[in-house]
């Protein structure tokens, strides 16, 4: 017999690239998208040191614009965008760490969605609770981080990514969180980061235990959001109270249409009547500003 036919066959050579990419190492795909959502990140971080107010005005809005002037575009690409590099470093590195495992464990497009819909969710959550816009990455990070949490019974790598230690800590610093620098006045988006955390694990569980309804978990969630959106676009008291927000901050435009959408939701209120006002008088629009004043007159203001 030849003894060449007992000889064990020789390994394949190593790619050398398992040297560099730490998720070959694991034996998961390529998180391409986890991949493009840090990378973006970043580069809008670099932008932003370079040309901060380019950058913010392209992928910012303020809660005032999103819906005064309906640039809701800016409730996603707001997640994005940081407020310094040490914000950004703390959001990027777990969330590599979480989305490399989670993104070849759910499905790209499953992963996708959530996403998408984490960061729509968290970003009407804060707008709604605090009247502000949530900047960063930590509203989607925390549905990361629920959807894996809530994976750990079905998934090995979930457990090795979270132990029971770490889930407790992250949860612990959450609660702590809220006591410590409590919402609106603390710069903690405490609102965006229960709702990712909640829309991660509503996500993972009808997929683990009832995978048809997965899809349909998403689209609740989405239409939920965007629900909360309309619900704020018909409150006047809290339209009036964004009025003013951006009136403060030099944006007399905005403020107008907000003003101009509180006063179609109730006609004869002298205080957003006042308001528009001075908005008109500080963009020099006498013509409007006397009609506002007789307006305010029959209102008995």
């Not at 066959?9 to 190593?14: D, F, N, Q, T």
């Not at 409730?75 to 989305?99: R, S």
């Not at 006609?267 to 963009?283: C, F, K, N, T, Y």
Request: charged content about 20%.
């Amino acid at each position: 017999m030849h003894p060449r036919i007992h000889a064990a066959a020789a390994p394949p050579p190593e790619s050398p690239w398992r040297l560099y990419l730490p998720w070959t190492r694991l034996g998961l795909g390529t998180p391409w998208f986890t991949l493009t959502v840090l990378a973006t990140a970043l580069t809008l971080g670099l932008a932003q040191w370079r040309w901060p107010d380019e950058v913010e005005a392209r992928w910012f809005v303020t809660a005032g614009e999103a819906v005064g002037r309906g640039t809701y575009h800016g409730l996603l690409t707001a997640n994005l965008l940081h407020l310094g590099f040490a914000h950004l470093v703390l959001n990027l590195y777990p969330c590599w760490l979480c989305g490399r495992v989670l993104e070849p464990t759910l499905g790209r497009w499953n992963f996708l969605a959530l996403t998408v819909v984490a960061g729509l969710a968290s970003s009407v959550a804060e707008l709604a609770w605090s009247g502000a816009q949530a900047v960063g990455l930590s509203g989607i990070l925390y549905a990361w981080f629920g959807a894996a949490w809530a994976s750990r019974s079905h998934h090995e790598r979930c457990r090795e990514l979270l132990p029971d230690a770490l889930v407790v800590f992250v949860l612990l610093g959450l609660v702590v969180g809220c006591l410590v620098a409590p919402a609106p006045d603390a710069r903690v988006a405490h609102a965006a980061h229960f709702a990712g955390l909640l829309c991660g694990i509503c996500s993972a569980l009808p997929r683990l235990y009832a995978a048809r309804f997965a899809p349909a978990a998403l689209a609740i969630m989405a239409l939920g959001a965007c629900a909360v959106l309309r619900l704020l676009s018909l409150d006047p008291t809290w339209l009036k109270a964004r009025a003013r927000e951006e009136f403060a901050f030099d944006e007399p435009e905005t403020a107008r249409a907000l003003c101009e959408k509180a006063l179609t939701l109730r006609p004869e209120d002298r205080e957003s009547l006042r308001l528009l006002a001075r908005i008109h008088r500080e963009l020099g629009d006498e013509v409007r500003r006397r009609a506002c004043l007789a307006r305010l007159r029959r209102a008995g203001g």
